[in-house]
Nanobody, 122 residues
Framework: QVQLVESGGGLVQAGGSLRLSCAAS????????MGWFRQAPGKERKFVAA????????YYADSVKGRFTISRDNAKNTVYLQMNSLKPEDTAVYYC???????????????WGQGTQVTVSS
């Protein structure tokens, strides 16, 4: 079992940057693939980025490729999402998730954090 707590959300102007963090409990963090998803009001939760357990493989949604970077520090049980060149359409609640294998759908992940709000003003 793993518990996830996101932090780092907030209000930022378009073109700005934020770094989200997701701290995980438990000793087996490196065994989990980690993903970031986001959900805007009235819309379904969508894939943003994912990273394998060792950190060697990363995946991104086309909408964030080149602007967002996912990384992890297994010594700190933490996964990060560096978000640059933010746009108003990036506004959403961002969730981190843990699963046995890397995936781009919500069904690939078994454990979820509570989410952190990111608001990008124009």
């Amino acid at each position: 079992q793993v518990q996830l707590v996101e932090s780092g959300g907030g209000l930022v102007q378009a073109g700005g940057s934020l770094r989200l963090s997701c701290a995980a409990s438990g000793r087996t963090f490196r065994n989990y693939a980690m993903g970031w998803f986001r959900q805007a009001p009235g819309k379904e939760r969508k894939f943003v980025a994912a990273i394998g357990g060792s950190g060697g493989s990363t995946y991104y949604a086309d909408s964030v490729k080149g602007r967002f970077t996912i990384s992890r520090d297994n010594a700190k049980n933490t996964v990060y999402l560096q978000m640059n060149s933010l746009k108003p359409e990036d506004t959403a609640v961002y969730y981190c998730a843990a699963g046995a294998v890397v995936g781009v759908t919500t069904s690939a992940y078994d454990h979820w954090g509570q989410g952190t709000q990111v608001t990008v003003s124009s």
